[in-house]
């Protein structure tokens, strides 16, 4: 079975930020527009309402606003996968038959967080999660972020049913990584940045990226170079994103992102307390990291917003 047929959301896909205007309404010209940017520039995929996109803080109602535009305006052209995770199982059902309601291709379920079940907790939850509607299921195991990780074990028994189909891993521990990919089938997808070319080394199908919003051909072509079997083309290019890596999670990847996108005259607007926007001192710092991961905030605003 080759790599492409074991994406079952493509290999390139971006966590998209949630556009905001003034005074933090929901931007949904924005939303569409910076959509249809994101996949022209190379995203096979994007998830809607995950943390990245301030899920937290944005209502059930503004979700599944969101959710439909982002369908409506690019939904023939690349997976838009919804995340549906919350520390209540009872409201991930409720979110991920909405998000089926709305047109997603799949969803995306983090661990619980703050109240740090049990593993036969988490079983119970992804399996309501997966068993609540007919679509595709990524588990997203983040440990760092939640205070709980999806154990071996636990994930090889999530794996038997039909609709968990991927993982997005940030537990940053190879070795566990690829415990599970030799125990099952499960389509993994690097959920750090820095270890996108690491991860594809055990057997990663892509990456679920936040630095897709400004470097996806990039990030898309190390992941063909690596295909190929051009190792010394990848390594390259993983050395040469390095920066941007490092600069877009100085401080909160969303908060960074959408200062990112700001400079570049994409729609992004600002972050929902108790995050707070970038500051001065921080958009310089990055516009310095960009460059030198060789992106072009100048070249890139040229790029696609004019339906924005």
Same mark, same amino acid.
């Given at each position: %079975?080759?790599?492409?047929?074991?994406?079952?959301?493509?290999?390139?896909?971006?966590?998209?930020?949630?556009?905001?205007?003034?005074?933090?309404?929901?931007?949904?010209?924005?939303?569409?527009?910076?959509?249809?940017?994101?996949?022209?520039?190379?995203?096979?995929?994007?998830?809607?309402?995950?943390?990245?996109?301030?899920?937290?803080?944005?209502?059930?109602?503004?979700?599944?606003?969101?959710?439909?535009?982002?369908?409506?305006?690019?939904?023939?052209?690349?997976?838009?996968?919804?995340?549906?995770?919350?520390?209540?199982?009872?409201?991930?059902?409720?979110?991920?038959?909405?998000?089926?309601?709305?047109?997603?291709?799949?969803?995306?379920?983090?661990?619980?967080?703050?109240?740090?079940?049990?593993?036969?907790?988490?079983?119970?939850?992804?399996?309501?999660?997966?068993?609540?509607?007919?679509?595709?299921? %990524?588990?997203?195991?983040?440990?760092?972020?939640?205070?709980?990780?999806?154990?071996?074990?636990?994930?090889?028994?999530?794996?038997?049913?039909?609709?968990?189909?991927?993982?997005?891993?940030?537990?940053?521990?190879?070795?566990?990584?690829?415990?599970?990919?030799?125990?099952?089938?499960?389509?993994?997808?690097?959920?750090?940045?820095?270890?996108?070319?690491?991860?594809?080394?055990?057997?990663?199908?892509?990456?679920?990226?936040?630095?897709?919003?400004?470097?996806?051909?990039?990030?898309?072509?190390?992941? !063909?170079?690596?295909?190929?079997?051009?190792?010394?083309?990848?390594?390259?290019?993983?050395?040469?994103?390095?920066?941007?890596?490092?600069?877009?999670?100085?401080?909160?990847?969303?908060?960074?992102?959408?200062?990112?996108?700001?400079?570049?005259?994409?729609?992004?607007?600002?972050?929902?307390?108790?995050?707070?926007?970038?500051? !001065?001192?921080?958009?310089?710092?990055?516009?310095?990291?960009?460059?030198?991961?060789?992106?072009?905030?100048?070249?890139?605003?040229?790029?696609?917003?004019?339906?924005?």
């Amino acid at each position: %079975m080759s790599v492409l047929s074991r994406a079952p959301f493509g290999r390139m896909i971006t966590a998209m930020v949630t556009p905001f205007a003034a005074g933090g309404k929901l931007d949904l010209d924005g939303a569409a527009g910076l959509a249809e940017h994101l996949v022209d520039a190379g995203n096979e995929g994007l998830v809607v309402n995950g943390t990245t996109g301030e899920s937290s803080t944005t209502s059930d109602a503004e979700k599944e606003e969101l959710l439909r535009v982002v369908v409506e305006t690019v939904g023939a052209r690349a997976a838009v996968i919804a995340g549906v995770g919350t520390n209540d199982t009872r409201h991930t059902v409720e979110l991920a038959r909405a998000a089926e309601k709305a047109g997603a291709c799949g969803l995306l379920v983090v661990s619980p967080y703050y109240n740090r079940p049990p593993q036969a907790g988490l079983l119970v939850h992804f399996t309501a999660a997966a068993d609540a509607t007919g679509l595709p299921v %990524m588990i997203y195991d983040i440990p760092g972020r939640t205070g709980v990780s999806v154990a071996t074990d636990t994930l090889v028994r999530l794996a038997e049913h039909p609709r968990i189909v991927a993982v997005k891993d940030a537990k940053d521990d190879l070795g566990a990584s690829s415990w599970v990919l030799a125990r099952t089938d499960l389509a993994y997808y690097s959920g750090t940045e820095m270890l996108n070319l690491p991860l594809l080394s055990v057997g990663a199908v892509g990456v679920v990226s936040v630095v897709g919003h400004v470097a996806a051909s990039r990030i898309r072509s190390m992941i !063909d170079a690596f295909d190929a079997g051009d190792a010394v083309r990848a390594r390259s290019l993983h050395m040469s994103l390095l920066p941007a890596y490092e600069g877009l999670f100085r401080n909160q990847g969303v908060i960074m992102t959408k200062a990112a996108l700001n400079m570049a005259g994409l729609p992004a607007g600002g972050v929902r307390p108790p995050l707070v926007d970038a500051t !001065d001192d921080e958009r310089e710092r990055l516009r310095v990291d960009l460059a030198a991961a060789g992106v072009d905030l100048c070249v890139d605003a040229s790029a696609t917003v004019g339906s924005a």
